[in-house]
T-cell receptor
Framework: GENVEQHPSTLSVQEGDSAVIKCTYS??????FPWYKQELGKRPQLIID?????GEKKDQRIAVTLNKTAKHFSLHITETQPEDSAVYFC??????????FGKGTMLLVSP | GAVVSQHPSRVICKSGTSVKIECRSL??????MFWYRQFPKQSLMLMAT?????????EQGVEKDKFLINHASLTLSTLTVTSAHPEDSSFYIC???????????FGPGTRLTVL
């Protein structure tokens, strides 16, 4: 089955800095890679996703890059704000299949 | 669109009792729903995949007789934790597949505390 590794487990940055979270996956057939933001006690919220036919996708301060050859994908947050503080999860799946989640990254943005 | 609700949001029960959690897709039909368990400071772990009108598919290590899943309609799946014990205390989250893509829509979760 799929195995998703996520690093780092915690990340502390100053407000305005950039934050990068990286994930690797094992199943070369995986073709869908979403990123979720989860605040304490709340549901995971999809913030951005990318499919295997695209190498990069951007939405305002958030971007995701995908390297299919190396089987890794990354989340980039620019101009971080305190409200970006949360736990971020990457995930991978094949078409119409279950999501396999990474272990999460706790992002702390200090004012 | 694509709203998923869960009920109850929080439940406290005594050891040995059974607890039912409902997951509903409010504005779409979900042929597939997923049940996850999340312990504090850990990731979401898939427990089972629920397909409307058929038996659920459980992940390895998840006891199907303890975690009963019923997906009786295209908008409702239920998870019943039978004979709950303190180690079952966790955050249970469902999600639904709206069809046509991989995207899953998550419910708000149910915090179960077993005394």
């Amino acid at each position: 089955g799929e195995n998703v590794e996520q690093h780092p487990s915690t990340l502390s940055v100053q407000e305005g800095d950039s934050a990068v979270i990286k994930c690797t996956y094992s199943d070369s057939a995986s073709n869908y890679f979403p990123w979720y933001k989860q605040e304490l006690g709340k549901r995971p919220q999809l913030i951005i996703d990318i499919r295997s036919n695209v190498g990069e996708k951007k939405d305002q301060r958030i971007a995701v890059t995908l390297n299919k050859t190396a089987k890794h994908f990354s989340l980039h947050i620019t101009e971080t704000q305190p409200e970006d503080s949360a736990v971020y999860f990457c995930a991978a799946s094949r078409s119409r299949s279950t999501l396999t989640f990474g272990k999460g990254t706790m992002l702390l943005v200090s004012p | 669109g694509a709203v998923v609700s869960q009920h109850p949001s929080r439940v406290i029960c005594k050891s040995g009792t059974s607890v039912k959690i409902e997951c509903r897709s409010l504005d779409f039909q979900a042929t597939t729903m997923f049940w996850y368990r999340q312990f504090p400071k850990q990731s979401l772990m898939l427990m089972a995949t629920s397909n409307e009108g058929s038996k659920a598919t459980y992940e390895q290590g998840v006891e199907k007789d303890k975690f009963l899943i019923n997906h009786a309609s295209l908008t409702l799946s239920t998870l019943t934790v039978t004979s709950a014990h303190p180690e079952d205390s966790s955050f249970y989250i469902c999600s639904a597949d709206a069809g046509g893509s991989n995207e899953q829509f998550f419910g708000p979760g149910t915090r179960l505390t077993v005394l």
